[in-house]
């Protein structure tokens, strides 16, 4: 006997998920619902993955040691089925070095395979899209190649760390700088990525994040 996802689904204990980030993560611009994780969560479900919404502990501004500090400050947060993250784009806006960037998004990586029972093959990383393509960077006179080579330098520092600890890294990098300046990825801002271009990241982490899940 056979049954359909959805009522698979709605048999089985939802698995708790929790996201974080800043500004790309509470989805600045965009309504509750475009906001990635949450649209990851519904791509996952509509697949018979009984993903919960996600827990978001997010704000726009946040540097990785402004994150790191909220995630104290919200403990206890318990055990989670799953944890996403992505840091690090208002560590470069501020001109924050690249050293201090490592060490510290090393620690919250830790924090998040913790948070997801010590479990790596639990955690979600995605990599800092390129702000510099947008209108808003264009505005402010920022030079794109060195915003480039500084995001690049700092994907590139989050990609060892993940490599070294088993927890998979998937780069929606290219897809900004491919993208991130068409009227319909950007929000109203014309900084902030619109919910269509959450959507592709979507389809970019879904395949990795439903292996993972699934893999138990």
């Known amino acids: 006997m056979t049954t359909n996802a959805a009522h698979t689904t709605a048999l089985l204990p939802e698995l708790r998920y929790l996201a974080l980030?800043?500004?790309?993560?509470?989805g600045e611009g965009v309504a509750e619902e475009g906001r990635w994780p949450l649209q990851l969560a519904r791509a996952l479900r509509s697949e018979g993955v009984a993903l919960a919404d996600p827990r978001i502990i997010a704000q726009t501004g946040w540097t990785t040691d402004e994150l790191e500090a909220a995630i104290r400050a919200a403990e206890p947060l318990g055990e989670y089925d799953f944890v996403s993250l992505l840091i690090g784009v208002n560590n470069q806006y501020?001109?924050?070095?690249?050293?201090?960037?490592?060490?510290?998004?090393?620690?919250l990586l830790w924090q998040a395979i913790g948070l997801a029972g010590n479990r790596p093959g639990r955690v979600l990383v995605l990599s800092i899209p390129d702000w510099g393509v947008t209108p808003f960077a264009a505005s402010e006179g920022?030079?794109?190649?060195?915003?480039?080579?500084?995001?690049?330098?700092?994907?590139?520092?989050?990609?060892?760390?993940?490599?070294?600890?088993?927890?998979a890294f998937i780069d929606i990098t290219a897809l900004s700088r491919g993208r991130g300046a068409e009227p319909a990825m950007l929000a109203s801002d014309g900084l902030h990525p619109s919910a269509a271009m959450y959507?592709?990241?979507?389809?970019?982490?879904?395949?990795?994040?439903?292996?993972?899940?699934?893999?138990?």
Request: hydrophobic share 45%; net charge neutral.
């Open 94 to 107: 501020r001109g924050r070095p690249l050293d201090e960037y490592q060490v510290q998004f090393t620690a």
């Open 199 to 216: 959507a592709e990241w979507v389809r970019l982490a879904f395949p990795v994040a439903h292996r993972l899940l699934i893999a138990g």
């Open 21 to 26: 980030g800043d500004s790309y993560t509470i």
């Open 142 to 167: 920022r030079d794109p190649a060195q915003i480039a080579r500084e995001l690049d330098a700092c994907n590139a520092a989050a990609r060892e760390a993940c490599a070294q600890r088993g927890v």
